[in-house]
């Protein structure tokens, strides 16, 4: 199964613009990373490499996830 698909990079789109509800946050990391024995660190890699979304993409992405991984264990 090739995990760099379409869906995948519109996730990304939609993660590093803050367009994602938590739910779907949550739910794209574990279907598009953590499914693969991904972490965050990959998800920086995939923005950086695939993506022309800059620093801000990045951070972005990386503090949406982060939030929502620690709310969910929170709970």
Same mark, same amino acid.
């Given at each position: 199964?090739?995990?760099?698909?379409?869906? *995948?990079?519109?996730? *990304?789109? +939609? *993660?590093?613009?803050?367009?994602?509800?938590?739910?779907?946050? *949550?739910? @794209?990391?574990?279907?598009?990373?953590?499914?693969?024995?991904? @972490?965050?660190?990959?998800?920086?890699?995939?923005?950086?490499?695939?993506?022309?979304? @800059?620093?801000? @993409?990045?951070?972005? +992405?990386?503090?949406?996830?982060?939030?929502?991984?620690?709310?969910?264990?929170?709970?």
């Amino acid at each position: 199964m090739e995990r760099y698909t379409e869906d *995948l990079k519109i996730w *990304l789109l +939609a *993660l590093a613009h803050r367009d994602l509800s938590d739910k779907d946050i *949550l739910k @794209g990391f574990i279907k598009y990373y953590v499914l693969f024995d991904f @972490g965050i660190g990959q998800v920086v890699n995939d923005i950086v490499f695939h993506t022309m979304y @800059g620093t801000a @993409g990045v951070m972005n +992405a990386k503090e949406s996830i982060t939030r929502v991984l620690n709310q969910t264990i929170q709970k």
